[in-house]
């Protein structure tokens, strides 16, 4: 620790950055509390956080990959809902995970404790280096597109400003997790109300018109000559990153109030709104929309609103920018506690295990995708990486869920107050492979490049953790970084 913040004096007197110990020795800020992060995520703040997560632009724009894939609206449906199905599966696995093993961490965490710190590392590794700063950046470009639109209507958005426009709301969303986890989660909620108001306005008048017998394109729904049963596989594929995000949670379990109950519960009312929001949304698309205009529309509920609302329609692309924005915001809430608790497991340096003295935030972990995003997205090829990377996202949660299993063998008398049917587990994990199998099926040179790019965490864990005796320029270059940082961030270890 710094000597900056181990001057307290025992007495309980004041530091010169308004710190101070009290006579145990343990630090405190100026109101008394200990620094640390407190358990401030409620049952609804974590229904906020899963929400706000999965429900990101793709539903508002492009939710044509299912239908384009199973050949027909009804067929679509029925995807729709197994995908919400399969995922809940998942999310139950994931419930078990978070409350026997009540460390922050998600992926990360359970990988480490099923099968060891080199695989987690290798997790880490392909997060921090590639998977993160590209999913960051894609969703902060979308806020950055659809923010300007009703500004620049009806021309195109210059490039240039969306990536500044882009810039802000990264640096907004970064700014606003280090200085309060309240009210971060307070506007993660707000966030998340405004996302299921533009799923109502969509909803609504969508039922409207199917109660008015608005139903000519659900005739025919279950056409089995346009039903593709090769492409199911790639319409589920589609179905199940629509879904992608109900995970979240388990990566703050450490600052959830009451986990055993508030996790289990949080997920599975998030994953039953989320399927009937998705689901009606869709049929809401069918009743003035066929499937031919719908897989033409480059936005699909802007092609919805004209249709029926009129100029109304302008404001469809402000809710789909808070929608990413809320996206953006929740999950950088929950990934900085992955890297949070990889410092604090000796895989980063250290500083980025510190609380900030006064905000009671893990100041250096919320920062840490901050540059490589920011370099991503005015140098990089973002979607390159992410056809690289993305079938990682299902290779290490199928991992998981894996472990999940191997522990139910290897540790049985773990304390498991949440225990799912042993069949969930089973037919997620297979779920989880039989997309990694398609990715590589499907796309065999970029899943490879992805591959070697997640390989590239074996030399870097040996070099940077494994072995005791580093070479002393490299020991005096992370000793250097620690401290620098820790005194510009203004931070110290949590305590206890």
Excluded at 174 to 188: C, D, E, G, P
Excluded at 310 to 338: Q, T
Aim: neutral net charge; hydrophobic residues 50%.
């Amino acid at each position: 620790m710094s000597n900056r913040y181990a001057a307290a004096g025992k007495d309980g007197q004041l530091s010169g950055d308004g710190t101070q110990a009290d006579p145990g020795g343990e630090l405190q800020d100026k109101d008394g509390r200990k620094v640390g992060l407190g358990k401030k995520v409620t049952l609804l703040r974590g229904i906020s956080i899963i929400i706000g997560i999965i429900i990101g632009a793709g539903i508002f724009i492009s939710p044509k990959g299912i239908l384009k894939h199973s050949g027909s609206i009804g067929m679509s449906l029925v995807v729709w809902i197994g995908c919400g199905v399969l995922s809940l599966f998942g999310a139950l696995s994931y419930a078990e995970l978070g409350t026997c093993i009540k460390k922050s961490g998600g992926h990360y965490t359970y990988i480490l404790e099923a099968f060891g710190p080199q695989m987690a590392f290798i997790r880490l590794w392909a997060e921090l280096i590639a998977i993160r700063p590209a999913a960051m950046a894609v969703i902060s470009l979308a806020f950055g597109q659809y923010i300007l639109e009703p500004l620049f209507m009806p021309c195109a958005v210059p490039p240039m400003a969306v990536k500044l426009a882009t810039a802000i709301g990264i640096t907004s969303v970064m700014y606003l997790n280090s200085m309060s986890v309240t009210w971060t989660a307070r506007i993660q909620i707000v966030l998340t109300f405004c996302k299921l108001l533009a799923m109502g306005v969509i909803i609504v008048p969508g039922m409207y018109q199917l109660f008015k017998g608005e139903t000519k394109n659900f005739e025919n729904a279950f056409d089995m000559d346009n039903v593709n049963l090769s492409g199911m596989p790639l319409a589920f594929y589609s179905g199940m990153y629509a879904y992608a995000g109900w995970f979240y949670l388990n990566f703050v379990t450490e600052e959830v109030d009451n986990p055993e109950r508030t996790v289990p519960l949080a997920i599975c009312i998030s994953m039953a709104i989320v399927t009937s929001c998705y689901v009606l949304t869709n049929v809401a698309y069918y009743t003035v929309m066929s499937a031919e205009e719908l897989l033409a529309s480059e936005a699909v509920a802007v092609t919805f609103a004209e249709k029926l609302m009129g100029n109304f329609s302008v404001v469809v692309p402000l809710f789909v920018a808070l929608s990413c924005f809320g996206s953006m915001n929740g999950s950088l809430f929950a990934l900085s506690r992955m890297f949070y608790v990889a410092s604090r497991e000796g895989h980063l340096p250290e500083v980025f295990s510190m609380i900030h003295v006064h905000k009671h935030t893990p100041l250096a972990a919320v920062l840490i995708l901050y540059p490589m995003t920011m370099l991503l997205l005015f140098l990089g090829d973002i979607y390159s990486l992410l056809n690289f990377m993305s079938f990682l996202r299902w290779l290490f949660i199928g991992v998981v869920v894996l472990g999940l299993i191997y522990l139910r063998y290897t540790k049985p008398d773990l304390p498991r107050p949440f225990k799912v049917p042993l069949f969930i587990p089973v037919v997620f994990c297979l779920t989880c492979f039989f997309m990694v199998f398609l990715s590589l099926y499907s796309d065999p040179v970029n899943t490879g490049i992805g591959f070697a790019i997640s390989l590239t965490g074996i030399p870097a864990y040996y070099i940077f953790i494994y072995f005791n005796h580093r070479p002393k320029w490299l020991q005096r270059a992370l000793d250097c970084f620690n401290r620098t940082l820790q005194i510009l961030l203004v931070v110290v270890p949590a305590e206890e």
